[in-house]
């Protein structure tokens, strides 16, 4: 009894028997990929589109790109940009459409010109004069420890 | 050298705290957007709820706004599920019924939503005067910059889009835009 119970978990587990394999033959004619796997056109638009995606902000959430994004608005903006890449628009083409409808406000990262520059000069700036008061206070201590000790 | 160290550290602090006063004065959620001026993005789209009276269409009627030109066209974006799309509902109602005969088109666009949602909620708010429109896979919400509901959309009889108006729009409130861009072109029809 023991046996036979052994006897079935090992075939359950082995899979289907040969000859009772599903009904999932590719058809005549279909490309032999396994279901769900995309040809590398496909994973290069996928990549694209995801890339891009990560740059944009999602309208309807508080920062996140429209790739994080779970909201349907995201999803639709997401198919978008791959239909826009499909049809041969550069990324920069897809970007600048995006710009054009909700404005720069959308880049998540803002392009480095005119007022913009701000935010990049801005942490620039300030590691600089943090720096320069480190260094100043440094030299300050070492110059007060380095003095000569002045005898009783 | 206090006074040295007082006058750096406030010329360090000023702009910063002038920066974070003007960021106080802004809605963080409100989305500026670069529309107005430019060309309102065309469409073409297809009725599901008809209208009334003489502002009706049929069911099924292709929509396309670069046949509008030379009249002005309001554009409003709403939802079944949206609640603030209740408040402004009848005040569309009316202004559609008064501008009609002074060549003001108006025209719903559901967003994100199913159709058969879309016409229970108009059965359900007592109908609709004017025909709302469906806008597959939500192109043409994103085509006008759209990231919420409702958000209403002026288009000049040159088409161009005038104004957008974000949350719930008031009688007085569109008339206010209607009257200012009819004085702009009077021989709109």
Redesign the interface.
């Known amino acids: 009894m023991t046996r036979a119970i052994t006897l079935l978990a090992l075939l359950a587990l082995a899979g289907p028997v040969p000859g009772c394999a599903s009904a999932q033959v590719d058809a005549p004619g279909s490309a032999s990929r396994p279901a769900g796997t995309m040809s590398p056109s496909d994973s290069a638009l996928e990549a694209q589109t995801t890339a891009l995606a990560s740059e944009l902000r999602c ?2 959430c ?1 920062g996140n790109s429209i790739q994080d994004s779970p909201s ?2 995201a999803q ?2 997401r ?2 940009i791959r239909d826009q890449l499909r049809a041969g628009k550069t990324p920069d083409e897809v970007r600048e459409y995006f ?5 720069e ?1 959308i880049l998540l990262s803002p392009r480095a010109e005119g007022l913009n520059l701000v935010v990049y000069l801005v942490p620039l700036l300030a590691i600089m ?1 943090g720096g320069l008061v480190v260094w100043r206070s440094v030299r300050r201590w070492t110059a007060g420890s380095s003095s000569p000790l002045q005898g009783p | 050298m206090n006074w040295r160290r007082a006058v750096i550290a406030t010329g ?1 602090l000023l702009p910063v705290i002038g920066l974070l006063a003007f960021g106080l004065t802004r809605d ?2 409100a ?5 107005p001026g ?1 060309p309102a ?1 065309d469409f073409s789209l297809s009725v599901f709820a008809p209208g009334e009276g003489t502002l009706a269409m049929s069911i099924g009627d292709t929509v396309k706004l670069a046949e509008h030109r030379g009249g002005i066209v309001v554009l409003n974006f709403w939802a079944s599920w949206c609640l603030a799309c209740r408040d402004e509902h009848l005040d569309l109602s009316k202004a559609a019924r008064a501008y009609h005969d002074r060549g003001v088109r108006f025209y719903g666009l559901l967003y ?1 939503d199913q159709e058969s949602s879309g016409r229970k909620w108009i059965e359900d708010m007592g109908g609709q005067a004017y025909p709302s429109l469906l806008d597959p ?3 043409t ?8 509901v409702p958000e209403t959309f002026f288009v000049t009889s040159d088409g161009r889009v005038a104004y957008k108006h974000i949350g719930p729009i008031s009688e007085r409130q569109l008339a206010q835009k209607l009257d200012s861009l009819l004085r702009e072109s009077p021989g709109t029809q």
């Not at chain 1, 710009?99 to 404005?103: F, L, T």
């Not at chain 2, 994103?142 to 990231?147: P, V």
């Open positions: 309208p309807v508080q349907e608005l639709q903006m198919d978008v710009v054009d409808k909700y404005g406000w004069i | 360090l963080p959620k989305i500026d957007s670069p529309l430019k993005p994100n896979r939500t192109r919400a994103i085509d006008y910059g759209l990231y919420g």
